[in-house]
């Protein structure tokens, strides 16, 4: 199979869908590989780096979507890149289409088997593609939170940990799963006082075994959030419905409730946001203010620690891209159930329920689709 690699256009996206390192096991299982010049190169994978691992150099994206018979990337296709799409292509990447109706519909239009990285799942009902991002994403939102915190930026002027005499700021997660936890992780890690909210009391049991006293556990109401989220210095928000929009946890009026310069950061802006104030923002311009909340919700929170995300993240996908490349995407497909979980979009047709659902398209299968591959 031939395997193009684009370099992400998204903003300030630096991330790429196959290392050198990667590029060279699936040249080694027989296939071949192109990416677009410097693809890799702002996150220090040379042209030269590829080349060595057996894979072609092209100057444009063009002519990687022309050349290729599967498109590995990282983020959604922007919509230059959709256009490019066609039916005879498997695309894999993140998509997050339940919120987002023109990427759907570009999808659909373009005929391709796309595959979304966050709904293939393992055995254990784990999403294994979303964990390594959600990772780096819930660490990073502390970074983030405590950066939004600062006085210039329109927050408190809080520091997480405090100082000797001086309370730390107040955390409150809402999530417990990977992206609650890792944020969990840095918070403590910072001294901050913790909170985690979560309607599963075995995910809460779990977090209550690792932390211990460092963090507080609520079962998720209503009325905890609320409670929680005005005593707040900073709010993350962890929230997952895989492949379905985010559940609007935080209202217009809750955010107005809480203290002026606290800050939110809305890690499931993917996903459309569990707070109605949030609107995806950029690493150019990363964050807003409502109510006097200041807002982090950028849609690519790990793009800015892009060489660590992007090995964390093949790391978990190469198996996959491997096995799709190897048994041709009908056959690998038919015969992993978890891949076949990943099936968003084929052949014009929505095979995600949570995105059909979101969006009131029609759906059929991904199992009864194999045979249009």
Do not use: W
Not at 219 to 227: G, L
């Amino acid at each position: 199979m031939l395997i193009g690699v684009p370099k992400e256009i998204k903003n300030h996206e630096y991330r790429v869908g196959l290392t050198p390192m990667a590029a060279h096991e699936v040249v080694a299982h027989g296939h071949s590989v192109v990416v677009e010049t410097n693809a890799g190169t702002s996150i220090g994978f040379t042209d030269d780096d590829y080349v060595a691992a057996g894979a072609q150099v092209l100057p444009t994206a063009e002519d990687v979507f022309e050349k290729a018979e599967m498109i590995v990337k990282v983020k959604e296709p922007q919509e230059v890149e959709r256009k490019r799409l066609r039916p005879a292509q498997t695309l894999f990447t993140y998509l997050h289409l339940a919120p987002d109706v023109p990427q759907t519909n570009d999808l659909i239009e373009s005929g391709a088997t796309c595959i979304a990285y966050e709904t293939v799942t393992d055995n254990a009902g784990r999403l294994p593609l979303l964990a390594p991002m959600s990772e780096v994403a819930g660490r990073m939102s502390i970074q983030a939170g405590a950066h939004s915190l600062e006085k210039y930026l329109g927050g408190r002027g809080v520091l997480l940990g405090g100082v000797p005499g001086v309370e730390p700021a107040k955390v409150v997660i809402i999530g417990g799963g990977v992206v609650g936890a890792n944020a969990a992780a840095m918070a403590v890690g910072l001294g901050a006082d913790v909170v985690v909210l979560d309607r599963s009391v075995d995910v809460l049991r779990k977090l209550d075994a690792q932390f211990g006293n460092s963090i507080k556990t609520v079962f998720s109401t209503k009325y905890a959030i609320e409670q929680h989220c005005t005593e707040a210095d900073l709010v993350v928000g962890g929230v997952l419905i895989p492949g379905a929009a985010a559940p609007k946890l935080i209202t217009r009026e809750l955010i107005a409730k809480m203290k002026a310069g606290s800050a939110i950061v809305d890690v499931a802006i993917d996903q459309g946001g569990c707070a109605e104030t949030s609107r995806a923002t950029t690493h150019a311009d990363p964050i807003y203010i409502v109510d006097d909340v200041v807002h982090y919700c950028v849609a690519n929170m790990p793009g800015a620690v892009a060489r660590t995300s992007t090995m964390a993240l093949n790391n978990a996908t190469l198996p996959f891209v491997l096995e799709l490349a190897d048994k041709g995407p009908r056959k690998a497909l038919e015969e992993n159930e978890h891949l076949l979980n990943g099936l968003n979009v084929c052949k014009g047709v929505i095979t995600c329920q949570s995105v059909a659902e979101a969006q009131n398209l029609q759906y059929r299968s991904a199992r009864e689709m194999l045979q249009e591959i």
